[in-house]
């Protein structure tokens, strides 16, 4: 009997370990892809906001090229900022990372403001775990290009969605995303105009 439970757990230790064994060697061969797929995603989503065209089925050489020519990143107050440029180095505007709280779970993303930091130049949601069909409609392009060109006012409402000189329109069904999204937005500025000295 006894030498019967030895083999079972001699057994599960020999599977356990090669399964983890497994495990660790293909998350080694994977890890590099999903960093690479990690930063591809980042650099659309800043293309995107800055407005720079650039095909979906793109390579990642070609969006990578496409990202250095437009855009280059400084570190301020511990904080990631994206500086967007013409081909003739002409400035665009400013870029940040977008964070705050959704309905179900933290929203992450990134904005642009043009170089007078007086208008949206772009908004893209990168991860968030909104309702899909209700408030997981803030990824749907319809509601982002909304954003674009857009004036901002003044603290502590630099956006506020549904009023006729803003013409951003909520969200119909998910009112708590909506308004999620609009205090990120306002928070998100607030911190970047109020405490960011960019040159």
Avoid at 37 to 46: F, G, H, P, R, Y
Avoid at 82 to 92: A, F
């Amino acid at each position: 009997m006894k030498s019967k439970m030895l083999y079972t757990v001699l057994f599960m230790m020999i599977i356990t370990a090669l399964y983890s064994g497994a495990l660790a060697i293909l998350n080694e061969q994977t890890n590099e892809k999903i960093l690479q797929n990690q930063k591809l995603k980042e650099q659309k989503a800043i293309l995107y906001i800055f407005n720079i065209p650039y095909e979906s089925n793109e390579s990642l050489s070609n969006i990578q090229k496409l990202f250095n020519i437009h855009i280059s990143s400084q570190n301020i107050n511990n904080h990631k900022l994206y500086i967007g440029k013409l081909s003739n180095d002409n400035i665009l505007g400013y870029a940040f990372p977008l964070e705050g709280n959704g309905l179900w779970g933290k929203i992450e993303g990134y904005i642009a403001l043009s170089d007078d930091k007086e208008k949206i130049l772009g908004i893209e949601f990168t991860s968030h775990s909104e309702t899909p069909g209700l408030g997981g409609r803030i990824s749907e392009e319809w509601f982002k290009e909304q954003f674009r060109n857009v004036n901002i006012k003044s603290f502590p409402d630099y956006i506020s969605m549904n009023t006729s000189d803003m013409q951003i329109d909520s969200i119909s069904g998910a009112t708590q995303t909506s308004k999620a999204v609009e205090s990120m937005i306002n928070q998100n500025l607030s911190l970047f105009l109020n405490n960011m000295e960019v040159n």
